[in-house]
């Protein structure tokens, strides 16, 4: 493993993520160990421990750009979603991948949703050649979700979103949770949605300016 790299990311996790209140041991660990530079475009390498989100290069769709998340936000939601190592988990966008390698260090399984078809097939290689043997990676629409392998405890959302659908929410287990950033740029509100039955409540946490994932704007009724 380059020792360089092996340094930036110790960088990363003491300078980017614990100083924005990320205490939870697995995450940590998990951000410690997952080699973030394999996951971007082969030239941008020496930037995968920047503090800012970095746009994937090549995608199927260029009119929908597509961005691997900051670390410190991508912490904090992970974190709030107090993942048990028992866990079943829907990462909802995983792009390359880097986002789904990190929450299967922490949890049982991953099934990683890409509507992306070049993102997925980077995804695919990528945590095959890690070893990450408990993640399946599948292509299909990211505000349907994926109900065949439903219900999940964890739904991550890996961007932000104008609003949550019903078909997402649906998908969670008895006691799931959701996390996903809810609006547009320094508008954006983390929180987590609770399952208790047939009630899901919502619990607004903190700020955070993440970049949009395709699929999920808002449905505008007509006014009379």
């Not at 996390?179 to 409540?201: F, M, P, Q, W």
């Amino acid at each position: 493993m380059n020792a360089d790299f092996s340094e930036r990311r110790v960088k990363m996790v003491d300078g980017q993520v614990r100083t924005t209140d990320v205490t939870d041991a697995a995450i940590l660990s998990a951000m410690l160990s997952v080699p973030r530079e394999e996951f971007v475009d082969s030239g941008h390498r020496e930037l995968a421990y920047i503090d800012e989100d970095m746009r994937y290069g090549a995608t199927a769709d260029a009119d929908q750009p597509r961005y691997l998340m900051e670390p410190s936000p991508f912490a904090k939601l992970a974190q709030l979603a107090e993942i048990a190592p028992s866990d079943f988990v829907l990462d909802v966008g995983c792009g390359t991948g880097y986002s789904s390698a990190v929450l299967s260090r922490i949890a049982s399984s991953v099934i990683a949703l890409e509507s992306d078809a070049t993102l997925a097939a980077k995804a695919t290689s990528t945590l095959s050649s890690l070893g990450h043997d408990n993640v399946v990676v599948v292509t299909a629409p990211l505000a349907a979700g994926y109900p065949s392998q439903a219900p999940y405890d964890v739904i991550f959302v890996g961007g932000s979103v104008e609003q949550v659908p019903e078909a997402l929410l649906g998908q969670l287990k008895d006691g799931g949770r959701l996390v996903v950033v809810e609006g547009r740029g320094n508008a954006g509100v983390a929180s987590v949605y609770l399952k208790d039955g047939a009630i899901v409540t919502a619990r607004r946490a903190f700020n955070a300016a993440v970049k949009p994932l395709p699929g999920f704007n808002r449905t505008h009724e007509f006014e009379f």
